[in-house]
T-cell receptor, first 113, second 116 residues
């Protein structure tokens, strides 16, 4: 099966600070990208998505930035809260189908109260 | 939002037995569902695409005779791990898409399989 990466990088931030989680995607044909949050023992939860015809999209306390030139995606979380502690995955559609989504390696975010 | 229910949430079985995991779309119909597996501290790995009324499409390296997928209705897909071994112990997650034009995947809560 397809997978990217074997180990989770970690990011620790102070409560109230902004968090930036980065992701490099692999497929230049991908045109739809999603960020998911996964808490321990649970399935991924949709956070925000972006199409390749955009370079920025904002949600509630979250912003996704897309740089297609260098195939880079980032998730910014404003005023990080303890409830934001989780593993965050970027995901891209397969390039052949919108439905088939491939996950990146993930980043573990730990918020320090 | 759309709800995907997965059952059981955890299962312990003996080596050599088979285990069936169910994935249901509760408030929408899903012609396509996806099965992932996830090892501790790793990412989700796509195993197969489950298509209602037809054979599943397996990713490279995934044994189709080991991981049997049945998608007999628009709201239910099942994954059966046959002759389970300890190395099959993992977190299995399903996902589904409401309708045919919505790219957003909704995920089940996952099934933790432990094979003794």
């Amino acid at each position: 099966g397809e997978s990217v990466g074997l180990h989770l990088p970690t990011l620790s931030v102070q409560e109230g600070d902004n968090s930036i989680i980065n992701c490099a995607y692999s497929n230049s044909a991908s045109d739809y990208f999603i960020w998911y949050k996964q808490e321990s023992g649970k399935g991924p939860q949709f956070i925000i998505d972006i199409r390749s015809n955009m370079d920025k999209r904002q949600g509630q306390r979250v912003t996704v930035l897309l740089n297609k030139t260098v195939k880079h995606l980032s998730l910014q979380i404003a005023a990080t809260q303890p409830g934001d502690s989780a593993v965050y995955f970027c995901a891209e559609n397969s390039g052949t189908s919108y439905d088939k989504v491939i996950f990146g390696p993930g980043t573990s975010l730990s918020v320090i109260p | 939002g759309a709800v995907v229910s997965q059952h059981p949430s955890w299962v312990i079985c003996k080596s050599g037995t088979s285990v069936k995991i169910e994935c249901r779309s509760l408030d929408f119909q899903a012609t396509t569902m996806f099965w992932y597996r996830q090892f501790p501290k790793q990412s989700l790995m796509l195993m197969a695409t489950s298509n209602e009324g037809s054979k599943a499409t397996y990713e490279q390296g995934v044994e189709k005779d080991k991981f049997l997928i049945n998608h007999a209705s628009l709201t239910l897909s099942t994954l059966t791990v046959t002759s389970a071994h300890p190395e099959d112990s993992s977190f299995y997650i399903c996902s589904a898409i409401p309708g045919t034009a919505n790219e957003k995947l909704f995920f089940g809560s996952g099934t933790q399989l432990s094979v003794l």
